[in-house]
C-alpha cells in the first residue's frame, strides 16, 4: 500500500496512544449487547456474523440479547474467511433496505472486518480501495459493537477492516477511527467452541501481533506495554489452551491477550512477517495464522541486528535466553507451530516447492505491503527472496 496517513503527524518528543474503544470483559458477557446497545440509542441493528458462529449458535444469543432490549435485528451472514471487496458490497446493499443504527461485528475477524467494512461504506459510499491507509473518511460512521468468538485477529480493539480484492486476491487495509468499535464485548465463552485448528490459526496470529508490533519502527514506550502484557498472556496460555481447549481462564487471558495486542497494532502497526505472508495467502489460499507463523521465524531472525534489545524484553518474559533472543524467540515460534499441530514451512503448507521465478514474485508484492514499511529492519525484494527460500523447508 503507498496511501500517506492524513493524521498530523506527532512531535518526536511527543507520545500519541489511540484507545477507541470501551471493553466488557468477563463471562457471560455477551448477555449484555441488547443493554450496550440501547446505551447507544439503538433501535435497528444490523449484525455481520460469519455462518459457522451462526451455526455455533452464538449469533442466536447476541440477537435473543438485543430483541430483548426491544431492538429490532437483522443478520448478514454472506461473507467467507477473508471477506471481498463484493462481499462487502453485498453487505452494504443489504443493510441500506435495512437502515441499521447500530452494526455489530459478532464472529472473529473476518466477521468484524467485514462489519467495518460495511460501516464504510453505508456511511461514505465508494469502494473500500477509497479508505486504504488510514484516517480517510473524515466523518463519523454509525457506532458498532465488536463481539469477537476467536482469539487472534484483535480486530475488536483496532480500527483497521482488513478486506481482499475480490479479483486478485490481494488483502488491504482500511483504517479509520470512526471505524472502531465503540464497545468490544470479550466473553470467553464465545472462543471455547472454535474448532481446534481455528484457535491455533488465530492464536499464532495474535503471537505475531504481539512480537511485531513490539518492535515496529512506530512502537513507542506506550504501545510496547501492551506488546509485551499480550505477549506475557498469549506465551503463559496458548500452550494450556493447545493442550486443554475448555480452560476457560487460559481462554479468558488468550482473548484478552488479543484484545491487548490488537490495541497495539492500532498505535504500532506490525511488520515484515505479516508483509510476507500476504502474498501467500493471496496466491496459495494459506490461512493468515499459518502463513505470518512460518514466516515469522525468518523475520526475527533477519531483525536481530537491529532490535535485539526490544526481543530480549519478550524473550525474558517467555522465560527463553536473552543473551540471543532473536534465535530464542525464533525458535520458541518454530516449536509452538508444531504444538498447534500447524505447518512450520511453506513447502509443507502447500504441498510442493515453488520455483525459484515464483519467490521473485512473492517478494516483489511483500516489499510493497504497507505492513512491510513498518518493519524495523527495511527489506528489500532480495531479503523477502531470502526470507521464502529459507521459509520454504
Ligand atoms: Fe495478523
Same mark, same amino acid.
Given at each position: 500500500?503507498?496511501?500517506?496517513?492524513?493524521?498530523?503527524?506527532?512531535?518526536?518528543?511527543?507520545?500519541?496512544?489511540?484507545?477507541?474503544?470501551?471493553?466488557?470483559?468477563?463471562?457471560?458477557?455477551?448477555?449484555?449487547?441488547? +443493554?450496550?446497545?440501547?446505551?447507544?440509542?439503538?433501535?435497528?441493528?444490523?449484525?455481520?456474523?460469519?455462518?459457522?458462529?451462526?451455526?455455533?449458535?452464538?449469533?442466536?444469543?447476541?440477537?435473543?440479547?438485543?430483541?430483548?432490549?426491544?431492538?429490532?435485528?437483522?443478520?448478514?451472514?454472506?461473507?467467507?474467511?477473508?471477506?471481498?471487496?463484493?462481499?462487502?458490497?453485498?453487505?452494504?446493499?443489504?443493510?441500506?433496505?435495512?437502515?441499521?443504527?447500530?452494526?455489530?461485528?459478532?464472529?472473529?475477524?473476518?466477521?468484524?472486518?467485514?462489519?467495518?467494512?460495511?460501516?464504510?461504506?453505508?456511511?461514505?459510499?465508494?469502494?473500500?480501495?477509497?479508505?486504504?491507509?488510514?484516517?480517510?473518511?473524515?466523518?463519523?460512521?454509525?457506532? #458498532?459493537?465488536? *463481539?469477537?468468538?476467536?482469539?487472534?485477529?484483535?480486530?475488536?480493539?483496532?480500527?483497521?477492516?482488513?478486506?481482499?480484492?475480490?479479483?486478485?486476491?490481494?488483502?488491504?487495509? *482500511?483504517?479509520?477511527?470512526?471505524?472502531?468499535?465503540?464497545?468490544?464485548?470479550?466473553?470467553?465463552? %464465545?472462543?471455547?467452541?472454535? !474448532?481446534?485448528?481455528?484457535?491455533?490459526?488465530?492464536?499464532?496470529?495474535? @503471537?505475531?501481533?504481539?512480537?511485531?508490533?513490539?518492535?515496529?519502527?512506530?512502537?513507542?514506550?506506550?504501545?510496547?506495554?501492551?506488546?509485551?502484557?499480550?505477549?506475557?498472556? @498469549?506465551?503463559?496460555?496458548?500452550?494450556?489452551?493447545?493442550?486443554?481447549?475448555?480452560?476457560?481462564?487460559?481462554? +479468558?487471558?488468550?482473548? @484478552?491477550?488479543?484484545?491487548?495486542?490488537?490495541?497495539?497494532?492500532?498505535?504500532?502497526?506490525?511488520?515484515?512477517?505479516?508483509?510476507?505472508?500476504?502474498?501467500?495467502?493471496?496466491?496459495?489460499?494459506?490461512?493468515?495464522?499459518?502463513?505470518?507463523?512460518?514466516?515469522?521465524?525468518?523475520?526475527?531472525?533477519?531483525?536481530? @541486528?537491529?532490535?535485539?534489545?526490544?526481543?530480549?524484553?519478550?524473550?525474558?518474559?517467555?522465560?527463553?535466553?536473552?543473551?540471543?533472543?532473536?534465535?530464542?524467540?525464533?525458535?520458541?515460534?518454530?516449536?509452538?507451530?508444531?504444538?498447534?499441530?500447524?505447518?512450520?514451512? %511453506?513447502?509443507?503448507?502447500?504441498?510442493?516447492? !515453488?520455483?525459484? #521465478?515464483?519467490?521473485?514474485?512473492?517478494?516483489?508484492?511483500?516489499?510493497?505491503?504497507?505492513?512491510? #514499511?513498518?518493519?524495523?529492519?527495511?527489506?528489500?525484494?532480495?531479503?523477502?527472496?531470502?526470507?521464502?527460500?529459507?521459509?520454504?523447508?
Amino acid at each position: 500500500m503507498t496511501q500517506e496517513s492524513k493524521e498530523p503527524a506527532a512531535q518526536p518528543s511527543l507520545l500519541s496512544f489511540r484507545a477507541n474503544t470501551r471493553l466488557l470483559i468477563g463471562e457471560g458477557s455477551i448477555s449484555q449487547l441488547g +443493554a450496550t446497545a440501547q446505551e447507544l440509542n439503538t433501535r435497528r441493528a444490523l449484525v455481520v456474523s460469519d455462518k459457522g458462529v451462526l451455526a455455533a449458535g452464538h449469533t442466536c444469543t447476541g440477537v435473543a440479547s438485543l430483541e430483548a432490549a426491544g431492538i429490532e435485528t437483522t443478520i448478514f451472514s454472506q461473507f467467507t474467511e477473508n471477506p471481498t471487496t463484493s462481499q462487502v458490497d453485498a453487505g452494504t446493499v443489504f443493510a441500506e433496505s435495512f437502515r441499521p443504527d447500530i452494526i455489530i461485528g459478532l464472529g472473529g475477524g473476518s466477521s468484524m472486518d467485514c462489519a467495518k467494512g460495511i460501516n464504510f461504506l453505508l456511511c461514505c459510499g465508494g469502494k473500500m480501495k477509497d479508505y486504504r491507509g488510514r484516517g480517510t473518511t473524515g466523518r463519523p460512521l454509525l457506532p #458498532s459493537i465488536g *463481539c469477537p468468538t476467536t482469539a487472534g485477529t484483535g480486530s475488536e480493539t483496532q480500527s483497521f477492516a482488513l478486506i481482499s480484492d475480490a479479483q486478485t486476491g490481494e488483502k488491504f487495509a *482500511c483504517g479509520d477511527p470512526n471505524a472502531a468499535f465503540r464497545v468490544a464485548i470479550l466473553d470467553p465463552c %464465545l472462543t471455547v467452541t472454535q !474448532p481446534a485448528r481455528v484457535t491455533a490459526l488465530t492464536g499464532i496470529d495474535a @503471537l505475531s501481533h504481539a512480537l511485531e508490533s513490539h518492535v515496529s519502527t512506530e512502537a513507542t514506550r506506550v504501545s510496547q506495554v501492551f506488546s509485551r502484557e499480550a505477549w506475557k498472556l @498469549l506465551t503463559q496460555n496458548l500452550p494450556k489452551v493447545f493442550i486443554e481447549p475448555t480452560d476457560i481462564h487460559a481462554r +479468558a487471558a488468550v482473548q @484478552l491477550g488479543a484484545a491487548w495486542a490488537g490495541l497495539a497494532i492500532e498505535n504500532a502497526m506490525l511488520g515484515a512477517a505479516h508483509g510476507a505472508a500476504n502474498p501467500l495467502t493471496a496466491k496459495y489460499k494459506i490461512a493468515h495464522g499459518q502463513a505470518v507463523g512460518l514466516m515469522l521465524p525468518h523475520i526475527i531472525r533477519f531483525n536481530g @541486528l537491529v532490535a535485539r534489545k526490544q526481543y530480549a524484553e519478550l524473550a525474558a518474559i517467555a522465560g527463553l535466553n536473552t543473551k540471543t533472543p532473536d534465535a530464542a524467540l525464533a525458535n520458541w515460534i518454530h516449536d509452538i507451530l508444531g504444538q498447534a499441530g500447524l505447518s512450520r514451512s %511453506l513447502g509443507d503448507a502447500i504441498g510442493t516447492q !515453488p520455483a525459484m #521465478s515464483e519467490f521473485e514474485h512473492l517478494a516483489k508484492e511483500a516489499s510493497a505491503q504497507w505492513t512491510s #514499511s513498518f518493519n524495523p529492519r527495511p527489506c528489500l525484494p532480495a531479503d523477502f527472496v531470502d526470507f521464502y527460500q529459507r521459509a520454504s523447508v
